[in-house]
């Protein structure tokens, strides 16, 4: 009754509740205890270092092991969260307990065996399979946690980042020259690989999941470069190959079941799949809006910058004979198959507060 007599002043406090409130009660996911991240060469920091520069000249002015000229999605959401950049598991002397990346560039979803037994073992370029890097992970746990009661606290509080997998999988049958028919018979498999290392890292105490889908591959320089057509019909309106760019959304859509059947076994947890695709095709079909002058199907650094897409498989990025774009910021991708630091800036912004991981990363369910 009383405050029926006085609605100004109910506003004013009102206000001023959501302000202290805003300021005061941040959103649960700020208070992350570490973040642990599985996956391949989207998100390795540093276990497999390959590239010598330019990578890494845009944030660190070093090559790091990260395939991009600057940050990962999965350093943007780091310093996000306010956590230190992940360390590579594999790094030594380092202390562990506020986050570890897993994450092998050339990893895949599958392990050897499967290969192997497919004739493609020695198309791998890395041991690194999901299942492995979980291994590392419960290795590590004893340096982490000090009782299974201690580990279920500190895992529980953590953020886990499952993915990107399936990218491998696929492309060492694309590119040894396999049917696509071959290719779509992984993806049941590369679901199921994906589904048992969600469910261990949930049997560890993991709650806060989030679990990244595939690229348009068929919008990748290098895809448009091995594959390209004499058909228009193999192009959507915006240039990129859409045999590929329909089996990603395949994988896609795929995992988003597979993710939501595991949110619905597992009431207690927050599993979310996260979009690396949707944004990425945004930036192809509309570069100019997003600054991406230099456009959206050509890579930054390569060769073959008369060509359409500057690549040559030859003189890849960081080869004799490639060169680097001047602006990197104004490139959709890095090297062809790779994005830049923006390109995965703009993508961490919307997983980390929306739309493209529901609900975000910023936002508790
Ligand atoms: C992976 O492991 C298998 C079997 O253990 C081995 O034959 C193969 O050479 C290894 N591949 C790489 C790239 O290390």
């Known amino acids: 009754m009383a405050s029926r007599s006085a609605p100004p002043s109910m506003g004013l406090s009102t206000l001023f509740l959501l302000i202290l409130s805003s300021s005061f009660c941040p959103s649960r996911s700020l208070h992350y205890d570490a973040i642990f991240s599985f996956g391949d060469s989207l998100s390795d920091t540093g276990n497999v270092r390959v590239a010598g520069l330019p990578y890494g000249m845009t944030f660190f002015r070093r090559p790091t092991g990260r395939c991009s000229n600057g940050r990962l999605v999965i350093d943007f959401i780091a310093e996000a969260v ?3 950049l992940l360390p590579p598991s594999a790094a030594k002397g380092k202390n562990f307990r506020r986050g570890a990346n897993f994450a092998y560039t050339a ?44 580990c279920k606290a500190h895992l529980s509080r953590s953020l886990f980042i499952v993915g990107e997998f399936g990218g491998n999988d696929y492309n060492t049958a694309i590119f040894a020259g396999r049917s696509m028919a071959e290719v779509n018979s992984y993806v049941p498999k590369v679901m199921r690989a994906i589904k048992l290392g969600v469910e261990r890292l949930i049997g560890h105490g993991a709650v806060d999941i989030v679990v990244p889908g595939m690229l348009p591959i068929g919008c990748f320089p290098l895809y448009l470069t091995l594959y390209g057509s004499s058909n228009k019909n193999d192009y959507t309106d915006i240039g990129c190959l859409r045999k590929y760019n329909d089996f990603a959304e395949h994988h896609n859509s795929f995992l988003q079941r597979v993710i939501y059947g595991l949110q619905r076994k597992y009431s207690w947890t927050r599993i979310r799949y996260a979009d690396y695709y949707s944004p990425t095709l945004r930036f192809a079909s509309n570069p100019t809006k997003y600054g991406f002058t230099g456009g959206a199907l050509k890579a930054c650094c390569g060769a073959g910058g008369s060509s359409k897409y500057n690549v040559n498989l030859d ?12 602006d990197p910021s104004t490139y959709v991708s890095w090297d062809g198959s790779h994005l830049t630091e923006t390109a995965y800036s703009l993508i961490a912004d919307g997983w980390l507060r929306g739309p493209y991981a529901k609900p975000s990363i910023m936002q508790w369910s």
Do not use: Y
């Open 82 to 84: 306010g956590l230190p």
């Open 315 to 326: 003189k890849v990025c960081a080869k004799p004979g490639s060169s680097v774009c001047k």
């Open 107 to 150: 990893a895949t979803a599958l392990d050897f065996g499967f290969f192997n037994r497919r004739g493609l073992g020695s198309k791998l370029w890395v041991n690194s399979s999901l299942s492995s890097q979980v291994r590392s992970f419960e290795k590590m746990m004893p340096s982490l946690c000090s009782s299974t009661q201690a």
